[in-house]
């Protein structure tokens, strides 16, 4: 097979490097790529931006791709998959009637509500002053209703954040797009999230995993895309999992089919398990996660073109039963200073080679390959994700792996898994 991976991030070269270990696999390009895609055996990258729809169906038609796998939200959501489907190249990705699964919070709440899906009390507001009256206690939870990047949630502890929130959302600060706003009731938990892949008519569950979503150790400080991750979570036992299959994957899936949507690809349901075992939906994505999908795909046994061929055929039903490997994963996140906010490029990094060695494998986000040397090229940089019989082996190894790599203001939060910790002492 011949496989384009859409993206850049650290999920594009986890998928582009589970797809290179397939047998089936010939070749991967990724646009545009970063400086692990780069190295890849059996991958090159081709400059163009995931938003340029039109030049990447020009590509996987000249090409003469077999499967496209869009990793970002944004060209889901700009239609990508439907422009790629018109000109009869095979996607895995929903169209962008699907996309508003993610990105609309409020068409993705109405979803929920239509479709019996356990979900938080809320309420959509155009109005930022009609948003502020209705607040009366804290904490409470405000959200950018479109995307932003991981980053248009705000749990607010007083009712002066929560108006500085809803001003900041009005204003456009997370795209003018994003004017909307949904406020929704603060739920008490553990957060998990459960990706699970779809040809429209079956719907099967990955492993689930625990991200990590703040900057600051301990969940403090603002959200980001993610700060690390773990799978599979205890958290989800085997109950709990027939529980979301039947409460939240099974009538998600039926409602998008009652409105007519031919969905094919991930819906990734990021749930709230509350303290007395409940589970409610916090939202949805509508593609990999990131950094989930680091942590679940190096635990992945069954050759990802298969499951993915699987759905875009639409014959998931079909496909065995899913292979994982023994033990648990952990993927770090090494950021850049000042990230989720304003953060320099272009600084050397070092020790990659020394912590692949240690058996980590080091998935590139925010990187590009110069001259024969990896440098920084965003806020997330990297994803140092290592597998250990238990949790807290995984953790050392995954740490020991972190400590060879060195870049200028390198960050990473130091307690990931440190929830699993807490409900096990």
């Known amino acids: ?114 479709a019996g899906v356990p979900t938080a009390t809320g309420a959509v507001f155009t109005d930022p002053q009609a948003a502020k009256d209705y607040i009366t206690q804290v904490p409470i939870v405000i959200k950018a209703d479109g995307l932003a990047a991981g980053k248009g949630v705000i749990v607010a502890t007083s009712l002066e954040m929560a108006d500085s929130a809803i001003t900041s959302i009005s204003q456009g600060e997370f795209g003018q797009d994003n004017c909307q706003i949904v406020i929704e009731e603060f739920l008490q938990g553990q957060e998990v999230s459960v990706l699970a892949i779809t040809d429209g008519k079956t719907i099967r569950p990955l492993i689930p995993a625990q991200d990590h979503k703040p900057i600051g150790e301990g969940d403090t400080g603002p959200n980001t895309g993610g700060m690390g991750a773990y799978a599979p979570t205890p958290l989800v036992s085997d109950t709990l999992m027939v529980k979301i299959q039947r409460e939240v994957l099974e009538p998600t899936l039926q409602e998008l089919q009652n409105r007519g949507i031919d969905y094919c690809g991930i819906i990734y349901a990021g749930l709230m398990i509350t303290p007395d075992g409940d589970l409610m939906v916090l939202e949805f994505n509508c593609r990999f996660g990131d950094p989930e999908t680091q942590a679940v795909l190096l635990m992945l046994d069954t050759p990802l073109d298969q499951i993915l061929t699987a759905c875009c055929d639409r014959r998931l039903a079909e496909l065995p039963s899913i292979r994982w490997k023994p033990g648990v994963s952990l993927c770090v996140v090494l950021a850049s200073c000042g990230y989720p906010g304003t953060y320099p490029k272009g600084k050397l990094i070092t020790g990659i080679d020394a912590a692949s060695a240690l058996g980590a494998q080091v998935f590139h986000a925010g990187t590009r390959l110069v001259d024969g040397q990896i440098i920084t090229d965003g806020g997330r940089v990297l994803g140092v994700t290592a597998i250990g019989d238990t949790v807290e082996t995984a953790i050392t190894n995954a740490y020991q792996a972190v400590d060879c790599i060195n870049f200028d203001g390198m960050y990473c939060r130091r307690d990931i898994g440190f929830r699993l910790r807490q409900s096990q002492n």
Do not use: Y
């Open 1 to 114: 097979m011949k496989i384009l991976v859409v993206g850049n991030g650290g999920r594009e070269h986890a998928l582009a490097w589970t797809l290179t270990q397939s047998e089936t696999v010939q070749q991967v390009i990724c646009t545009p790529g970063n400086g692990g895609t780069a190295t890849l055996t059996k991958c090159q990258n081709r400059n163009i931006p995931v938003e340029d729809i039109p030049a990447i169906v020009a590509l996987a038609k000249d090409e003469a791709i077999d499967l496209v796998v869009v990793g970002p939200e944004v060209p889901l959501a700009l239609g990508i998959a439907d422009e790629l489907t018109k000109n009869h190249v095979k996607v895995f990705g929903p169209g962008r009637e699907g996309a508003k699964l993610e990105a609309s919070k409020s068409w993705a709440k109405d979803l929920m509500l239509a």
